[in-house]
């Protein structure tokens, strides 16, 4: 692994924690970073499509979704 690939997981399970948190924005925002870094990523997909379901974004939601 690379570092830059240590870093993407350590924020992939940050953003869990704070989806767990009720803290939405910051985990969609950890998760973007993610995505911009790594498009093809599916898991940051689906767990961002969560996060905008939980902030009751629906249409966002489904478009992560489509996209994973």
Same mark, same amino acid.
């Given at each position: 692994?690379? +570092? ?22 910051? +985990? ?22 969560? +996060? ?14 489509? +996209?994973?």
């Amino acid at each position: 692994l690379k +570092a830059y690939d240590i870093l993407r997981d350590c924020y992939i399970y940050s953003s869990i924690a704070y989806l767990q948190l009720n803290q939405h924005e910051q +985990a969609i925002s950890l998760l973007n970073e993610v995505i911009i870094s790594d498009p093809e990523r599916v898991q940051s997909l689906i767990i961002r499509s969560r +996060a905008y379901e939980m902030q009751g974004r629906d249409e966002k939601a489904l478009a992560d979704l489509l +996209a994973a």
